[in-house]
Nanobody
Framework: QAQLVESGGGLVQAGGSLKLSCAASGTSFRVNIMAWFRQAEGKQREWVARITSAGTTNYADSVKGRFTIARDNAKNTMYLQMNSLKPEDTAVYYC?????????WGQGTQVTVSS
């Protein structure tokens, strides 16, 4: 059964860094298009970044230049390096398999940035 498990969330001060991980199992990870989303309390879930099987990356404007998405196919793991964190980055962060369908989501990991 395919599964995604996020880790690495926590509490950090504004300006600090965190690195999230998303471990995949039961899926052909190396051919998957993967993404990170986040959902702040009371707000809709929003897309953060995407990485293709070839390593092409895209970022939301709100995180461009601060966040870096990466993948290690040998470890079936995707990462999100978050630098220069801001209080508005506070949210539950989810990883998602976008292709192939059906969509697959992780359970989420909380990131809290204090001012």
């Amino acid at each position: 059964q395919a599964q995604l498990v996020e880790s690495g969330g926590g509490l950090v001060q504004a300006g600090g860094s965190l690195k999230l991980s998303c471990a995949a199992s039961g899926t052909s990870f190396r051919v998957n298009i993967m993404a990170w989303f986040r959902q702040a309390e009371g707000k809709q879930r929003e897309w953060v970044a995407r990485i293709t099987s070839a390593g092409t990356t895209n970022y939301a404007d709100s995180v461009k230049g601060r966040f870096t998405i990466a993948r290690d196919n040998a470890k079936n793991t995707m990462y999100l390096q978050m630098n220069s964190l801001k209080p508005e980055d506070t949210a539950v962060y989810y990883c998602k398999r976008e292709w192939p369908r059906p969509d697959l989501w992780g359970q989420g990991t909380q990131v809290t940035v204090s001012s």
